[in-house]
C-alpha cells in the first residue's frame, strides 16, 4: 500500500519538539485528524519508544503543532497543540504547551504567514486550546526567524536568539477559574496540595508530603512505581475537584521544595541563593527533564497568591523575575498577578530552531 505525503516541518521549541502543521494540509479535527497525528508520531507503540514514527517516547517528544489563519480579529495565526500519549491511541486537546508555543511565531514567519520585520517581529498568537492570546517577539534576520544568538536556555545545549512570550490574561485556561477550588490549597488524598489554573491547570504538592527532597533527578523519581501510582492518584482526585476529569494531560502535578543547592542533569552546581524554588513536574505519568513551560508559569503566578504551597515554600514575592530551580538548571520567569487575584501576564524567554522540513509519511 502506498504511503501518503503530508507536508509538516519538524522544530525544536524550549525544550521540547514537535511536528508543526498547516491546518489546511490536514484533516478536519475529529478522528480523521487524530489518525494522522498517531500515525506521524509512531502512536501507540507498546515498547514507549515510537520507533516507527517522529515522535522520541517522551511527552516532551510526542507533540503536534497546528497553525492556521486566524479566528479572531487581535491575532496573526490560530495554533492548536496535541499532546499525543507515546503507549495509548489519544491525542489530548486539553491545554497547552509553553514549550511549544514558542516555536510557533518562528514557524508563522518562515512559512509566510505573517510578514518579516527586522530585528525583531511580533506575532499573536491565538491558542485555541485555552481560547488565550499569546504575544511572541522573534528576532528575525535576512527575512527568517533568527536561530543564532547568546540566550542559553537551561535543558538545551549552546546558545540561540532569545524569543520573548506574553500570555496575556493566563488565568482560567481550561477552567475558567485561577483558583478551580476556590480555595488556594485543599486536601488531596492526604497531603495539602494548591491546584491553580493559569496557562494549564496544575496541582502543586509539597515534595516533602510525599516523602522527597525536591532535588531527586527524573530517572529516580521515575524509578519509584509506588510513588508514581500515589501522585497519579492525587492529579486524577485534583482534577475531579477542578472539574476536568478524563484528561491524561492535564493537570499536571508539581512537586515543590525551599531553596537548596542541587546539580544539574549537565553537572553544573548551583547554589540555594540562586533559586527561589525547587520543582520536579510530573507530565504523562514522567518527571520532566527540564520543566514544561505552561507548569512553570502556573506556578510563578502561584507564587505570587496568598496561602498556596508554592508560596509558603517560596516566600514572600519579591520585585525581580522569579528563579525556579528544575533538573537542568534554573528559569527566570516574570508573572504579574494582582488582588482578586487575578493573573494578569506572564513572561518567559526561549529558543526555538526549524530542524527539518518537508513531508512525513502516513500509511
Given at each position: ?68 489563519p486566524?479566528?479572531r ?30 516555536a ?13 520585520a ?28 533568527a ?28 477552567t ?72 491524561a ?21 548551583y547554589?540555594a ?9 510530573v ?81
Amino acid at each position: 500500500m502506498s504511503q501518503r505525503k503530508i507536508r509538516a516541518v519538524y522544530m525544536r521549541g524550549g525544550t521540547s519538539r514537535a511536528l508543526f502543521f498547516h491546518e489546511r494540509d490536514l484533516p478536519p479535527r475529529g478522528p480523521g485528524r487524530d489518525a494522522v497525528l498517531l500515525r506521524a508520531l509512531g502512536s501507540p507503540d507498546p515498547y514507549g519508544r515510537q520507533l516507527d514514527g517522529l515522535g522520541g517516547g517522551i511527552s516532551s517528544l510526542s507533540k503536534a503543532c497546528i497553525v492556521g489563519p486566524p479566528s479572531r480579529p487581535d491575532a496573526d495565526v490560530d495554533f492548536t497543540f496535541a499532546q499525543v500519549e507515546v503507549s495509548h491511541p489519544v491525542v489530548d486537546y486539553t491545554g497547552n504547551c509553553g514549550n511549544c508555543s514558542a516555536a510557533v511565531g518562528p514557524f508563522a514567519i518562515d512559512e509566510r504567514l505573517v510578514p518579516a520585520a527586522e530585528p525583531a517581529t511580533v506575532v499573536r498568537i491565538h491558542n485555541t486550546n485555552t481560547r488565550k492570546l499569546l504575544i511572541a517577539r522573534v528576532p528575525v534576520r535576512d527575512g527568517e526567524a533568527a536561530v543564532e544568538g547568546d540566550f542559553d536556555l537551561p535543558g538545551v545545549a549552546g546558545t540561540g536568539a532569545r524569543i520573548a512570550l506574553d500570555f496575556v490574561d493566563p488565568g482560567g485556561a481550561v477552567t475558567g477559574k485561577l483558583l478551580p477550588t476556590g480555595r488556594a490549597r485543599d486536601l488531596i488524598e492526604g497531603v495539602e496540595a494548591s491546584s491553580i489554573d493559569a496557562t494549564n491547570p496544575v496541582v502543586f504538592v509539597r515534595a516533602k508530603d510525599v516523602g522527597l527532597t525536591g532535588t531527586e533527578s527524573p530517572t529516580d523519581i521515575d524509578a519509584d512505581r509506588a510513588l508514581g501510582g500515589r501522585l497519579e492518584r492525587i492529579r486524577t482526585a485534583a482534577a475531579a475537584l477542578m472539574g476536568i476529569p478524563g484528561s491524561a494531560a492535564v493537570p499536571k502535578i508539581v512537586l515543590v521544595a525551599p531553596p537548596a543547592p542541587f546539580t544539574a542533569l549537565d553537572r553544573a552546581r548551583y547554589d540555594a541563593t540562586q533559586v527561589d524554588l525547587i520543582a520536579r513536574v510530573v507530565s504523562m505519568g514522567a518527571c520532566h527533564r527540564a520543566v514544561a513551560l505552561t507548569a512553570a508559569m502556573c506556578l510563578a503566578v502561584a507564587a505570587r497568591i496568598e496561602g498556596t504551597v508554592v508560596q509558603e515554600a517560596a516566600g514572600p514575592p519579591s520585585a525581580r523575575d522569579f528563579r525556579l530551580g528544575h533538573p537542568s538548571g534554573v528559569l527566570p520567569i516574570a508573572a504579574e498577578v494582582s488582588p482578586g487575584p487575578v493573573a494578569t501576564r506572564v513572561t518567559v524567554y526561549r529558543t526555538a530552531r526549524r530542524l527539518m522540513e518537508g513531508a512525513v509519511r502516513i500509511p
